[in-house]
């Protein structure tokens, strides 16, 4: 299991007006809260934000937060990127308090992908229909993710949340707040086929003919004879 530890610096100077001076100076706006303590502005390197954010486990884990140089264990909660640019605008961070249930959302890793047998001998394709699920847990129970073996899937056949094996003291929040177990996770299907469609054969289709005989229809049933 990855383990983060990001090194930050409280701040008192707060509001938009700060918090643009800040991004300009390459350094990382932010908000620590919760386990019944007050909230607290701090502010990050964004260099040391960029490159830990770059690994998945980086989203799911708790993360080891040194501010002022006392370590508190958090998680993510959010993170503001740049619309376009490769920068961070503001982060927000959870305290964990060890003795209260976590949630979190964490990857789903499909194994066996290669030799799932919808895929390798039926010619289906996976669709993977979750990337990651929320869970709830004690910090203690948190997993690094989810594995969902695929092998034995054949086309038709489908993993749904209800399916899963989870590691003790691990609860889908979807499933334990009312939601739908059945829904699903990944599935195997075959592609869908594209069936050109015939052109008109325009040999066939004589523009001046169609004149002439429109004509002759509009002549003979108005009794004339179109020549006079």
Same mark, same amino acid.
């Given at each position: 299991?990855?383990?983060?530890?990001?090194?930050?610096?409280?701040? /008192?100077?707060? %509001?938009?007006?700060?918090?643009?001076?800040?991004?300009?100076?390459?350094?990382?706006?932010?908000?620590?809260? %919760?386990?019944?303590?007050?909230?607290?502005?701090?502010?990050?390197?964004?260099?040391? !934000?960029?490159?830990?954010?770059?690994?998945?486990?980086?989203?799911?884990?708790?993360?080891?937060?040194?501010?002022?140089?006392?370590?508190?264990?958090?998680?993510?909660?959010?993170?503001?990127?740049?619309?376009?640019?490769?920068?961070?605008?503001?982060?927000?961070? @959870?305290?964990? $308090?060890?003795?209260?249930?976590?949630?979190?959302?964490?990857?789903?890793?499909?194994?066996?992908?290669? $030799?799932?047998?919808? !895929?390798? @001998?039926?010619? =289906? !394709?996976?669709?993977?229909?979750?990337?990651?699920?929320?869970?709830?847990?004690?910090?203690?129970?948190?997993?690094?993710?989810?594995?969902?073996?695929?092998?034995?899937?054949?086309? =038709? $056949?489908?993993?749904?949340?209800?399916?899963?094996?989870?590691?003790?003291?691990?609860?889908?929040?979807?499933?334990?707040? /009312? %939601?739908? =177990?059945?829904?699903?996770?990944?599935?195997?299907?075959?592609?869908?086929?594209?069936?050109?469609?015939?052109?008109?054969?325009?040999?066939?289709?004589? =523009?001046?003919?169609?004149?002439?005989?429109?004509?002759?229809?509009?002549?003979? $049933?108005?009794?004339?004879?179109?020549?006079?």
């Amino acid at each position: 299991m990855d383990e983060f530890t990001l090194v930050a610096e409280s701040r /008192g100077d707060t %509001g938009k007006g700060a918090s643009r001076r800040l991004r300009k100076s390459e350094i990382v706006p932010a908000i620590v809260y %919760g386990a019944k303590k007050a909230a607290l502005s701090i502010q990050l390197k964004h260099s040391d !934000v960029l490159k830990s954010s770059s690994q998945e486990s980086f989203y799911s884990q708790i993360l080891d937060l040194s501010i002022d140089g006392k370590v508190e264990r958090v998680v993510l909660k959010d993170m503001q990127r740049h619309p376009y640019k490769p920068f961070v605008m503001h982060m927000d961070f @959870q305290r964990v $308090d060890e003795s209260a249930a976590l949630t979190i959302r964490i990857p789903v890793h499909f194994l066996n992908e290669e $030799d799932c047998i919808g !895929v390798k @001998q039926e010619g =289906g !394709v996976i669709a993977r229909l979750m990337t990651e699920i929320e869970i709830t847990c004690l910090p203690k129970d948190l997993p690094e993710s989810i594995e969902v073996d695929v092998a034995n899937l054949s086309v =038709g $056949d489908a993993v749904h949340l209800a399916d899963l094996v989870l590691p003790d003291g691990v609860e889908i929040t979807a499933i334990t707040s /009312g %939601g739908d =177990g059945a829904a699903a996770i990944v599935q195997v299907t075959m592609p869908r086929m594209v069936e050109e469609e015939e052109e008109p054969d325009t040999e066939e289709v004589d =523009g001046a003919d169609e004149t002439s005989d429109g004509e002759d229809t509009a002549a003979d $049933d108005a009794g004339t004879d179109p020549s006079e």
